[in-house]
Nanobody, 117 residues
Framework: QVQLVESGGGLVQAGGSLRLSCAASGRIFSISTMNWYRQAPGKQRELVAAITRSGSTHYADSAQGRFTISFNNGKDTMYLQMTSLKPEDTAVYYC???????????WGQGTQVTVSS
């Protein structure tokens, strides 16, 4: 099993920045990819950014150039640095870990990000 705990959400004005954290524990060695998803009210959950074990990253078009995903191996923690935030970035942000070894998908509890205009 893998446990994921997010933190760092909050209320910020448009144009501001926030850094989300996702602390992983358990069978971390089994994780192949970690992702940040978000879900706004009335909308489907969408992928924001992804990072593989090798460090390759992928961003949704909406996040490209404004968000940065990273992973600190020493702390077993994934981050999402968000800058130039917009009201449309308002959502619950979820940490996700994919284990191909265990063929399991793990989710954190989510953290609310609210961007005021």
């Amino acid at each position: 099993q893998v446990q994921l705990v997010e933190s760092g959400g909050g209320l910020v004005q448009a144009g501001g920045s926030l850094r989300l954290s996702c602390a992983a524990s358990g069978r971390i060695f089994s994780i192949s990819t970690m992702n940040w998803y978000r879900q706004a009210p009335g909308k489907q959950r969408e992928l924001v950014a992804a990072i593989t074990r090798s460090g390759s990253t992928h961003y949704a078009d909406s996040a490209q150039g404004r968000f940065t995903i990273s992973f600190n191996n020493g702390k077993d923690t994934m981050y999402l640095q968000m800058t130039s935030l917009k009201p449309e970035d308002t959502a619950v942000y979820y940490c996700n870990a994919v284990s191909l070894v265990d063929m399991l998908n793990y989710w954190g509890q989510g953290t609310q990000v609210t961007v005021s205009s």
